[in-house]
């Protein structure tokens, strides 16, 4: 499976909203109706943490304004107002393969 | 709190082996089943290996399979990667991860694989 990302790099001004689009090289619905796609953040300096699972759940204490969505290939993250702490590298992943990741710049 | 703590990176030669440990605290360990994914700047954040709670299911990623063997010990609440024949495109830190999820990483450790 090979998962790709765009756009590659982001610069946003704070508070106003970011996407990040993911898309797979085949479907992630599995046999069991559930679609395995994550979403981590890595901030400088630090190690990966979970943002979104399972397409569209946010992870304990993850900001309400983070969601996600999508299905089949394609799937995208969205920040509704991006703040400070929000600057990193966005990874998606599926089936332990992981997309290129997205710099986000505020 | 969960806690995750990597040790036993360092630089090593091509050929020779490391033994990688990761100490987890803060979760019922063996209740979890666990990973190792490592990052470098060629090939980004790379899966290599999972291992189920009772140690039943073990996988490898091709890059690492033959090579690298997946163990833990539940009394220690500690999780292992043992690294032969070990090549300078395993330069990378080293990171383990719980779950299939991937829900918590600990800080990683520096695999530097030079002569």
């Known amino acids: 499976i090979v998962m790709t990302q765009a756009p590659l790099s982001l610069s946003v001004t704070p508070g106003q909203p970011a996407s990040i689009s993911c898309k797979s090289s085949q479907s992630l619905l599995h046999s069991n109706g559930k679609t395995s796609l994550y979403w981590y953040l890595q901030r400088p300096g630090q190690s990966p943490q979970l943002v979104i699972y399972?397409?569209?759940s946010r992870f304990s204490g993850v900001s309400d304004r983070f969601s996600g969505n999508g299905s089949g290939t394609d799937f995208t993250l969205k920040i509704s107002r991006v703040a400070a702490e929000d600057v990193g590298v966005y990874y998606c992943m599926s089936q332990f393969t992981f997309g290129p990741g997205t710099r986000v710049d505020v | 709190e969960v806690q995750l703590m990597e040790s036993g990176g360092g630089l090593v030669q091509p050929g020779g082996s490391l033994r990688l440990s990761c100490v987890a605290s803060g979760f019922t360990f063996n209740t979890y089943s666990m990973n190792w994914v490592r990052q470098s700047p060629e090939k980004g954040l790379e899966w290599l290996s999972y291992i189920s709670d009772n140690s039943d299911s073990i996988y490898y990623a091709d890059s690492v399979k033959g090579r690298f063997i997946i163990s833990r010990d539940n009394a220690k609440n500690s999780l292992f990667l043992q690294m032969n024949s070990l090549r300078a495109d395993d330069t990378a830190v080293y990171y383990c991860?719980?779950?299939?999820?991937?829900?918590?990483w600990g800080q990683g450790t520096l695999v530097t694989v030079s002569s």
């Open positions: 991860a719980v779950r299939y999820s991937l829900d918590f």
């Open positions: 399972e397409v569209s």
